[in-house]
């Protein structure tokens, strides 16, 4: 039992504190209208008044206020991790509801003026970060500010793999990463450039994974050089998302005044582009602008203009590349390949723009195109009774349409072919990352006929017990795993493993891009059951096929 006095003493001490809470937390949420940073002040608020309480706590370690206490420090700290939303704990309202009234208060106070804040469409809700519009202004205003002669710059940070954190973890998990990233973000900055006004940067928040920051003044382009690596650096490092080690990065695109522009958008647009050329070399790093990227953006995008032309011109093509049994020497099915007969470069392969139409999403329609065209195709031959299993080429961004596998089934259901004659190819990431859901639509295809490959396996990296359990038939081996059989016993004995691990689990090999009769001699002796290369035959025209296919000597063999 406290005596009176005593209980006196921590009555005046706890008014104290909620009084100087009440000071505070008030205080801080003026400063939030003010401050760009209205989080990062709640979080400083909350640490000193932690420090408070733990003092009290400390002096009185047995009491029941204690205890209040300490409950109330943890609410506090939970600010840290953007919590702004809880109620004062119930210890603290059993042993002190005047100060837990005064929290609730406080936190509603603080709650309100970011509601305020956002009301004005300045800040993101998320991070608390200045927004895409407030920067620009902004930056603006900055801008106008930098004298002749001196340089302002402008990181295009963009996260690396965060959409796997969204898909993997949920939303709310990746708004939480998303505040550990901009406050990352401000340490750096702060460290960095805080000291003065005249050089305090200005970050935001532009969209979705992607933050910039502008630096009205610095002094060359090695320290922004520092800076941007610092930042990538800074992301790097794993985040503690509750009990989760997750490893994201950030691409990061640098542009300088008055070299790559002398406005806040012509400095945007080449730090974005900057940015890309980051991430093009695996992201996790930074690209300083130069105009060797500017003309290789501008390819790319005159690339995906005409391409969103070509499918309506009908400039795109698919060419058929035999595959053949080692066994029987038969020929078993072929691959379908995208071209596209572009009106002024001539003959396009795929990596010209494949890589593009997966960045813009222009792929979904490309991928359409080709599986409508492929269950044309088969429908033909089905007429022709020229039964040949098909293999074609499934992106991974066609898997994030929700509708995907639907559509896939109704263009052939529509033609009236059985999904025993058509073969998916999917990468090996894009099966390694699949969810369950894709997972159970592929097996579903392969229960109803289809036959499902992994593509260009070697070149990722496989989780041997997903290889065990996936829905599978075939996995072909990356064209870089064979290239050396003939000349390296080390390529040998790597590509026997594989080739144990994959009929291990029950599917056949197909060697891809076998140029000569010696490397099918040892793939054969290795047991592997099928190839592909031009050491039998090049992509070819669909007539070329079917005439190829003739002269081999097998010209109807039924897989359906
Ligand atoms: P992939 O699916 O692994 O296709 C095999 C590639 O190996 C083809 O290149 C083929 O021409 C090439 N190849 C075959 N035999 C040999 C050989 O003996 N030696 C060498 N050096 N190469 C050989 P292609 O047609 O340029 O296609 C490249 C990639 O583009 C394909 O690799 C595939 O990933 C992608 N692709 C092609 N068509 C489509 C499509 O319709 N959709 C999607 N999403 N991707 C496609
Ligand atoms: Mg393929
Ligand atoms: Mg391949």
Same mark, same amino acid.
């Given at each position: 039992?406290?005596?009176?006095?005593?209980?006196?003493?921590?009555?005046?001490?706890?008014?104290?504190?909620?009084?100087?809470?009440?000071?505070?937390?008030?205080?801080?949420?003026?400063?939030?209208?003010?401050?760009?940073?209205?989080?990062?002040?709640?979080?400083?608020?909350?640490?000193?008044?932690?420090?408070?309480?733990?003092?009290? %706590?400390?002096? *009185?370690?047995?009491?029941?206020? +204690?205890? $209040?206490?300490?409950? !109330?420090? /943890?609410?506090?700290? #939970?600010?840290?991790?953007?919590?702004?939303?809880?109620?004062?704990?119930? %210890?603290?309202? *059993?042993?002190?509801?005047?100060? +837990?009234? $005064?929290?609730?208060? !406080?936190? /509603?106070?603080?709650? #309100?003026?970011?509601?305020?804040?956002?009301?004005?469409?300045?800040?993101?809700?998320?991070?608390?970060?200045?927004?895409?519009?407030?920067?620009?202004?902004?930056?603006?205003?900055?801008?106008?500010?930098?004298?002749?002669?001196?340089?302002?710059?402008?990181?295009?940070?963009?996260?690396?793999?965060?959409?796997?954190?969204?898909?993997?973890?949920?939303?709310?998990?990746?708004?939480?990463?998303?505040?550990?990233?901009?406050?990352?973000?401000?340490?750096?900055?702060?460290?960095?450039?805080?000291?003065?006004?005249?050089?305090?940067?200005?970050?935001?928040?532009?969209?979705?994974?992607?933050?910039?920051?502008?630096?009205?003044?610095?002094?060359?382009?090695?320290?922004?050089?520092?800076?941007?690596?610092?930042?990538?650096?800074?992301?790097?490092?794993?985040?503690?998302?509750?009990?989760?080690?997750?490893?994201?990065?950030?691409?990061?695109?640098?542009?300088?005044?008055?070299?790559?522009?002398?406005?806040?958008?012509?400095?945007?647009?080449?730090?974005?582009?900057?940015?890309?050329?980051?991430?093009?070399?695996?992201?996790?790093?930074?690209?300083?602008?130069?105009?060797?990227?500017?003309?290789?953006?501008?390819?790319?995008?005159?690339?995906?203009?005409?391409?969103?032309?070509?499918?309506?011109?009908?400039?795109?093509?698919?060419?058929?590349?035999?595959?053949?049994?080692?066994?029987?020497?038969?020929?078993?099915?072929?691959e379908a390949l995208l071209r596209w007969n572009h009106p002024r470069e001539g003959l396009r392969m795929p990596d010209t723009f494949i890589p593009i139409a997966e960045r813009t999403g222009m792929i979904a329609e490309l991928g359409d195109w080709v599986t409508s065209e492929v269950a044309l195709l088969l429908a033909e031959w089905m007429r022709d009774d020229f039964a040949h299993r098909l293999a074609f080429n499934v992106s991974p961004r066609q898997l994030e349409r929700t509708d995907f596998f639907p559509r896939l089934r109704q263009s052939f259901a529509d033609h009236e072919v059985p999904l025993s004659l058509i073969e998916l190819e999917f990468t090996e990431s894009a099966a390694m990352d699949a969810s369950q859901a894709v997972l159970s639509e592929i097996a579903a295809l392969r229960a109803d006929g289809a036959r499902i490959a992994i593509d260009d396996f070697g070149t990722g990296y496989s989780n041997i017990a997903r290889l065990r359990s996936m829905p599978?038939?075939?996995?072909?081996?990356?064209?870089?795993?064979?290239?050396?059989?003939?000349?390296?016993?080390?390529?040998?004995?790597?590509?026997?493993?594989?080739?144990?691990?994959?009929?291990?689990?029950?599917?056949?090999?197909?060697?891809?891009?076998?140029?000569?009769?010696?490397?099918?001699?040892?793939?054969?002796?290795?047991?592997?059951?099928?190839?592909?290369?031009?050491?039998?035959?090049?992509?070819?025209?669909?007539?070329?096929?079917?005439?190829?296919?003739?002269?081999?000597?097998?010209?109807?063999?039924?897989?359906?």
């Open positions: 039992m406290q005596s009176g006095t005593a209980q006196k003493i921590s009555n005046a001490i706890l008014s104290g504190a909620a009084g100087f809470a009440s000071f505070i937390f008030s205080l801080s949420a003026l400063l939030y209208i003010t401050e760009l940073d209205g989080k990062i002040v709640a979080s400083l608020v909350a640490g000193t008044f932690c420090l408070l309480i733990s003092y009290l %706590a400390s002096e *009185r370690p047995n009491s029941e206020s +204690a205890r $209040a206490l300490s409950a !109330l420090s /943890e609410r506090l700290l #939970a600010v840290e991790d953007g919590d702004l939303v809880s109620p004062a704990p119930v %210890a603290v309202r *059993r042993a002190m509801p005047k100060l +837990a009234a $005064a929290v609730d208060r !406080l936190f /509603e106070e603080v709650r #309100a003026s970011i509601e305020n804040a956002q009301a004005l469409g300045m800040y993101d809700p998320v991070t608390s970060l200045p927004n895409r519009l407030h920067f620009r202004s902004e930056a603006d205003k900055l801008l106008g500010g930098v004298t002749a002669g001196t340089k302002a710059a402008m990181l295009f940070v963009d996260l690396d793999r965060f959409k796997s954190v969204n898909d993997n973890l949920g939303h709310a998990r990746g708004d939480q990463l998303l505040i550990m990233v901009a406050n990352r973000l401000r340490m750096v900055v702060t460290a960095e450039h805080g000291e003065t006004a005249a050089r305090r940067p200005l970050l935001a928040r532009l969209a979705g994974d992607e933050f910039t920051i502008f630096f009205p003044k610095v002094d060359s382009l090695t320290e922004i050089e520092r800076v941007a690596r610092r930042v990538a650096q800074a992301i790097a490092e794993p985040f503690e998302l509750y009990g989760h080690s997750v490893d994201i990065g950030a691409s990061v695109g640098v542009s300088v005044t008055p070299d790559h522009g002398n406005s806040i958008e012509s400095l945007m647009r080449a730090a974005d582009i900057a940015m890309y050329c980051a991430k093009a070399r695996g992201g996790g790093q930074h690209c300083l602008f130069n105009e060797e990227l500017a003309a290789d953006h501008q390819s790319k995008i005159e690339t995906e203009k005409s391409l969103a032309e070509a499918l309506q011109r009908g400039e795109l093509e698919l060419v058929l590349q035999p595959q053949l049994s080692l066994i029987s020497g038969e020929v078993v099915g072929a599978l038939d075939r996995v072909k081996l990356d064209p870089s795993l064979i290239a050396d059989i003939e000349t390296s016993a080390k390529a040998r004995i790597v590509v026997q493993a594989v080739v144990h691990l994959i009929n291990g689990v029950g599917c056949e090999i197909v060697a891809e891009a076998v140029e000569t009769a010696a490397q099918a001699d040892i793939l054969r002796a290795m047991g592997c059951q099928t190839v592909q290369g031009y050491v039998f035959a090049q992509p070819m025209s669909e007539a070329a096929y079917r005439a190829w296919v003739s002269r081999a000597g097998n010209p109807a063999r039924s897989v359906a």
